[in-house]
């Protein structure tokens, strides 16, 4: 299906850009110090499955939507701001002790949707993964199969970093009083990362 040697060139490279900081790490780190290890986890597992949606909607033909209509990156950047905004005012409204035994559901559907209202993720699948299509196999199995492998990077570093995170939290989240700061940190990167989707470009 997938030249061994345009494997062996996507795997360092998908390794480089999973390893890059960026908005899924910052979230999976943020849900790892207000849910735990558990939950950055699902986080982190909502992201790859983002991802793939990605992959698969860019092998069906996502490039000439947005070829013919724009705005539609800038309906989802929105769409996506509100969102992380949203998150934000939870956190801060939340302490870590409330936070019900679902928190990996709702961690795992959280980092899914911050994953497909992300504009840079889709404009990055269709730069990217392009580059080691071979047109002369079907098209959609190779995008299947690289955004896989991005999601099961992603999913390892960025759980780890989470896992990480969750450690620490979970000692200094016996304190009450830290633990309305850790919901006030993660409101923080929340917000920041609302900003960030709202001021970038996608034209």
């Given at each position: 299906m997938i030249d061994p040697l345009i494997l062996l060139a996507f795997l360092p490279a998908g390794l480089a850009l999973n390893l890059t900081p960026g908005a899924d790490m910052m979230f999976c780190l943020a849900q790892g110090l207000r849910r735990g290890p558990r939950a950055a986890w699902a986080a982190s597992a909502g992201i790859s499955a983002g991802s793939l949606v990605h992959a698969i909607v860019a092998g069906l033909g996502l490039a000439a939507v947005i070829a013919a209509h724009p705005g539609?990156?800038?309906?989802?950047?929105?769409?996506?701001?509100?969102?992380?905004?949203?998150?934000?005012?939870?956190s801060l409204r939340a302490t870590r002790s409330k936070i019900p035994d679902t928190a990996p559901a709702h961690a795992f559907r959280e980092g899914l949707m911050v994953n497909l209202t992300n504009p840079k993720v889709i404009l990055f699948v269709l730069a990217f993964i392009p580059q080691f299509i071979d047109p002369a196999r079907p098209v959609l199995p190779q995008f299947l199969i690289f955004g896989a492998l991005l999601g099961l990077g992603g999913l390892v570093i960025n759980g780890m970093v989470g896992q990480l995170a969750g450690g620490a939290g979970n000692r200094l989240a016996r304190s009450e009083g830290f633990a309305r700061w850790l919901g006030r940190i993660s409101a923080g990167v929340f917000g920041l990362l609302a900003l960030r989707l709202a001021t970038m470009r996608t034209q």
């Open positions: 539609v990156l800038n309906v989802i950047r929105w769409i996506g701001v509100a969102y992380l905004l949203w998150l934000a005012v939870k």
